[in-house]
């Protein structure tokens, strides 16, 4: 089975720097196409960043020359590098694996091939 797991996550002043950390075990091909999502309070979770298995990145234009998305095979790890944050970043920080080679060892594989962590809150203050 697989299982992400981010971690990184603080509260810091506006203008800081984060790196959150997603780490990803159990099947190794899922560290390929990677995305960062969040989900502000009373708000829908959106798309933040992302790579595929070609390290093309894309961003939401909100996040554009502040934040950076990579992957660290040897760790099995996939960051997303925060800076000049701003308040409206206070969210909470998710990480996906679009790994449909998973599905094979799942009872019950996600509909999508997409597999989540279960979060890591980044709180941004003025």
């Known amino acids: 089975q697989v299982h992400l797991v981010e971690s990184g996550g603080d509260s810091v002043q506006a203008g800081g720097s984060l790196r959150l950390s997603c780490l990803v075990s159990?099947?190794?091909?899922?560290?390929?196409?990677m995305s960062w999502y969040r989900q502000a309070p009373g708000k829908q979770r959106e798309f933040v960043s992302s790579?595929?298995?070609?390290?093309?990145?894309d961003y939401v234009d909100s996040v554009k020359g502040r934040f950076a998305i990579s992957l660290d095979h040897a760790k099995s790890t996939a960051y997303l590098h925060m800076n000049s944050l701003k308040p409206e970043d206070t969210a909470m920080y998710y990480c996906?694996?679009?790994?449909?080679?998973?599905?094979?060892?799942?009872?019950?594989?996600?509909?999508?091939?997409?597999?989540w962590g279960q979060g890591t809150r980044v709180t941004v203050s003025s």
């Open positions: 996906k694996s679009h790994c449909p080679e998973a599905d094979l060892h799942e009872d019950e594989p996600p509909p999508d091939s997409n597999y």
């Open positions: 790579i595929d298995e070609d390290s093309r990145t």
């Open positions: 159990g099947v190794a091909s899922c560290l390929y196409n």
